[in-house]
């Protein structure tokens, strides 16, 4: 539906991986794979690469990005980065809400919602996690739990900073697994996730906004999920550390 009104978005997640040199190394790899991409491509890595990671992308088709940020400007917050500091060295994207911030770092959809406002406050474009736990999804209330965190997580925002928000439907049960969602469940979900958002926003705004499936993306399934009218790119956790698988999600979204 409207799937032509929007640009697809592939953004790999690296984690916890790679040292800055290995960060270069890695990127060095990917750029002449995804140069001909015809969606949006971008790698977020931990605080410490990103400088490198700029370097190595500028003048590429590549765009780097953050994996969290703060809600507060700056202050004592011992370890935290905030959404200013990523502006000011050039990081035009960032992940908030992450399941596995929400599971190991105890983040809520409140602190969700104050991250995503600071970002978008400070010009970031941002990857805005929501997903099931696997329990939710046996409960039959997949479609109440990521309703519910969407519209916490958007608490506030403007439908003109909703421009600069990309959702990453993500079923918990499905990160790091292997195991996927099926190409219908991942678009039943975001199809709901885009009903919700035009509840909140209008249907124009609905159509114009890029929802991601992520868990268990790689290259071999990764064609059938982008193939979904309402899956419009993709979060990509392991198969985002190997050059050659995502380049091949990158070119399946480009078709
Ligand atoms: P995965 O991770 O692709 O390794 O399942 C996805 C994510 O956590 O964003």
Redesign the pocket.
Known sequence: MNKALRRPVIAG?W?MNKTPDEAKALIEEMKPLVADADCDVVVCVPYVDIPAALEATAGSNIKVGAENCHWAESGAFTAEISAPMLKAVGVPYVIIG???RRQYFGETDVTVNQRTKAALASGLKVIL?VGELLEQREQGITEEVVRYQTKIALGGVSAEDLKNVII?Y?PVW????GRTATAEQANEVNAAIRACIAELYGKDAADATVIQY?????AKNAAELLAQPDVDGG??????LKAPDFSVIVKAASV
Do not use: R
């Not at 992520?214 to 790689?218: Q, R, V």
């Open positions: 997640n984690k992450h399941s596995e996690c990453a993500e499905a990160i790091g697994t992520g868990g268990s993306m790689n979060l990509i956790g392991g198969a985002s």
